[in-house]
Structures are given as C-alpha cells and as structure tokens.
C-alpha cells in the first residue's frame, strides 16, 4: 500500500474577498458629507475623504454646474482637503458619487440634523 502524505493546510477562500469588497479606486475607507450651520436659513456642505487620485477641483467643478450652487476646496490642517459647497447638498452629492462610481453606498457617511 502506498502511504499518505499529508496535504499542507490551504485555506481555499483566501482570495475569495479579493476584489468582491475593494474600495473603487484610490478611495479612502468613508467619505463624510457633513452640514454646517452658517448664519440664518444659509449652510455649507463639506466633503471629506476623497483621494488624492481624484482632482478635487474638477470635482467641485462638476458639483457646482450640476447643483447650480458655489463651492471651493479648502486646506484643513486636520482632514487634508476639503470640499465646500454653499446649501443643502447631502443628498445630490450622494447621488452624484454613486453614479460616476467614485464610491460605494455603504462607504458613504451623511451627517446633520
């Protein structure tokens, strides 16, 4: 009789989450849509957590044509750039990530009120 050798110990779904949950490209783990309050009725929307990969000027470009609203890309010494845009937003730039597949829903983080 022939002797069994003993098979090394391969776990066969270890690669089965490669690809299945990545991030879309150069995307970072959340990306936070807040609101602030300015003075009165008037607020901002701020966007933070998009890569580097993405140019953040172009992306305030195509917000500011779609939503008819003013934005800009600040320095924030904490959360690196950030997108501003003046209003209510929240849900047109949620939309707006999902369809150009910049993110993922459940990478999308709303915040306010």
Same mark, same amino acid.
């Given at each position: ?8 110990? $391969? %776990? ?5 989450? /490669? ?12 990306? !936070?849509?807040?609101?602030? @309050? ?8 701020? $966007?933070?957590?998009?890569?580097? %990969?993405? %140019? ?16 800009? $890309? ?7 750039? $950030? &997108? @501003?845009?003046?209003?209510? @937003?929240? /849900? ?7 369809? &150009? ?9 709303? !915040?306010?009120?």
């Amino acid at each position: 009789m022939s002797t069994i050798q003993n098979l090394q110990s $391969v %776990d066969p779904f270890a690669d089965a989450t /490669k690809g299945d949950n990545s991030l879309p490209a150069g995307t970072e783990d959340k990306i !936070h849509i807040r609101i602030q @309050q300015r003075n009165g009725r008037k607020t901002l929307t701020t $966007v933070q957590g998009i890569s580097d %990969d993405y %140019d953040k000027k172009k992306l305030v470009k195509a917000f500011k044509k779609k939503f008819a609203c003013n934005g800009t $890309v600040i320095e924030h010494p904490e959360y690196g750039e $950030v &997108i @501003q845009l003046q209003g209510d @937003q929240r /849900k047109n730039i949620c939309n707006f990530l999902l369809e &150009i597949n910049i993110v993922k829903e459940e990478q999308l983080k709303v !915040h306010g009120f």
